[in-house]
């Protein structure tokens, strides 16, 4: 089976840099994902890790560290639109052996001004 | 078409009746994922279809069902329904992993 631990919430002010991590035990891996979700709203895609190291895209990076099963989602200057679950989301072999995106418990990041 | 469109947006049912979700997936997306997403929890995996063929599922029992069709449509059924049903329900399609799941905005089901 698959279990992804994040944390639940993490408050951060407008400007600053906030780091969401998150721990997967998987049988079977071959990436780590993260999408935004504001409440409401469907998920949308951040960003795709497949190897180790550091993924940049704007104000966003990704970390992927495969020996310790530990990523992590960087958010830099930050907006008050940022404010949003953020869920990691690990590809994983499905039960027919093709693949499948598997969803942790998600953080809720705060921006306050 | 780009996007991924759900219908319909809200939907109330009574318990024991039976349901179906549409998703309109994009152009050119194979393979077509349903999720179920309770308050405040991840997305939970249902199953997975590509090209018209189940090739992954979830721990959901076989009374969630589903189907996909060659332009690109899907739907969910969910017979026998119960409480615990009551949910959002996600469709996503997706062309790579790498290239990320493209998910619509859901149906909220409310089961009473």
């Known amino acids: 089976g698959q279990s992804l631990e994040q944390p639940s919430e993490v408050t951060a002010v407008e400007g600053a840099i906030v780091q969401i991590n998150c721990t997967y035990q998987?049988?079977?891996?071959?990436?780590l994902s993260w999408y935004q979700q504001h409440d409401g709203g469907a998920p949308t895609f951040l960003s795709y890790?497949?190897?180790?190291g550091l993924e940049e895209t704007g104000r966003f990076s990704s970390f992927l560290s495969r020996s310790d099963s530990y990523g992590y989602l960087l958010l830099q200057e930050l907006q008050m639109k940022d404010s949003a679950s953020y869920f990691c989301?690990?590809?994983?072999?499905?039960?027919?052996?093709?693949?499948?995106?598997?969803f942790g418990t998600g953080t809720r990041l705060l921006v306050s001004p | 078409e780009t996007g991924v469109t759900q219908s319909p947006t809200h939907l109330i049912k009574t318990r024991g009746q039976q349901v179906t979700l549409r998703c309109s997936s994009q152009?050119?997306?194979?393979?077509v994922s349903w999720y179920q997403q309770a308050l405040g929890q991840g997305p939970q995996f249902i199953f997975q279809?590509?090209?018209?063929?189940?090739?992954g599922r979830g721990n959901f029992p076989p009374r969630f069902s589903g189907l996909q069709f060659p332009n690109y449509s899907s739907e969910l059924n969910v017979n026998a329904l119960e409480l615990d049903d009551s949910a959002l329900y996600l469709c996503?399609?997706?062309?790579?992993?790498?290239?990320?799941?493209?998910f619509g905005s859901g149906t909220r089901l409310t089961v009473v």
């Open positions: 989301a690990v590809r994983a072999p499905s039960n027919t052996g093709f693949q499948k995106l598997v």
């Open positions: 998987t049988s079977g891996f071959y990436g």
């Open positions: 279809y590509y090209r018209e063929e189940e090739n």
């Open positions: 890790n497949a190897l180790d």
């Open positions: 152009s050119g997306h194979n393979t």
């Open positions: 996503a399609s997706s062309a790579t992993f790498e290239d990320g799941y493209t």
